[in-house]
Each structure stands twice: as structure tokens, then as C-alpha cells.
Nanobody, 121 residues
Framework: VRLVESGGGMVQTGGSLRLSCAAA????????IGWFRQAPGKERERVAC????????DVAEPVKGRFSISIDNAKNLVYLQMNNLNPDDTAEYYCAAYTGRFCMTLSLLVWGQGTQVTVSA
């Protein structure tokens, strides 16, 4: 399984970005994709997770209402739409793939290489 993130960049406070995670190599249609972020000096935190088959998703409280996750199964793409960005959202953003329906640590398959998001004041 291989994941490639794209869509990062620099944006001003209040702006929007859409990150993409391109997935390849799954042997099953039943998997989950999570988006994570890690800011300098901080631990990596999960931002959102979505199931490929069931469509269930969750978005972390700190970004709920501003971020949303979606999946295009035909293209094997998972998107993270980020709106109303602020400097606290500055981080390296990663996607991760899991077997099964949920983003559970024990079912982690692979990480992507990350994409940088920088929000200026």
C-alpha cells in the first residue's frame, strides 16, 4: 500500500486548502484513511478518519466545523477540506491507511510522506 499526499502550501488566516491523499495497492476495498498533523515540538494528532466502504467518519474536536473529510472511491482519493485556517493549523499533514473500518493503531498499514501547511497571521 502506498499513500501520497498533496495540496499543502502557504495560506493566510481565514483561507482554505484542500489536501489530497492518493492511495494505491490495497488488496481489499475495506480500509480506512486518517489524516494527522504534527506541528514543530508537538505530538502527532489525528484530525479526521473515514471508512472506504461504510462512509463513517470522524473529525477531531479542535477542527470540527472547519475541516471535513471525504472519499472518492473511484479515484482512490481521500480529501481533507480545511476552511477558516489559522496559525495554529500550521503543521505537517500526513495521511495513514488502516485495514478495516476504523483508524485503529493496531490496524495501521502505512503512512504517507506528508505535506506542509503553513498559515500566516
Amino acid at each position: 500500500v502506498r499513500l501520497v499526499e498533496s495540496g499543502g502550501g502557504m495560506v493566510q488566516t481565514g483561507g482554505s486548502l484542500r489536501l489530497s491523499c492518493a492511495a494505491a495497492g490495497f488488496t481489499s476495498d475495506d480500509y480506512a484513511i486518517g489524516w494527522f498533523r504534527q506541528a514543530p515540538g508537538k505530538e502527532r494528532e489525528r484530525v479526521a478518519c473515514i471508512s472506504s466502504i461504510y462512509g463513517n467518519m470522524d473529525v477531531a474536536e479542535p477542527v470540527k466545523g472547519r475541516f471535513s473529510i471525504s472519499i472518492d472511491n473511484a479515484k482512490n482519493l481521500v480529501y481533507l477540506q480545511m476552511n477558516n485556517l489559522n496559525p495554529d493549523d500550521t503543521a505537517e499533514y500526513y495521511c495513514a491507511a488502516y485495514t478495516g473500518r476504523f483508524c485503529m493503531t493496531l490496524s495501521l498499514l502505512v503512512w504517507g510522506q506528508g505535506t506542509q501547511v503553513t498559515v500566516s497571521a
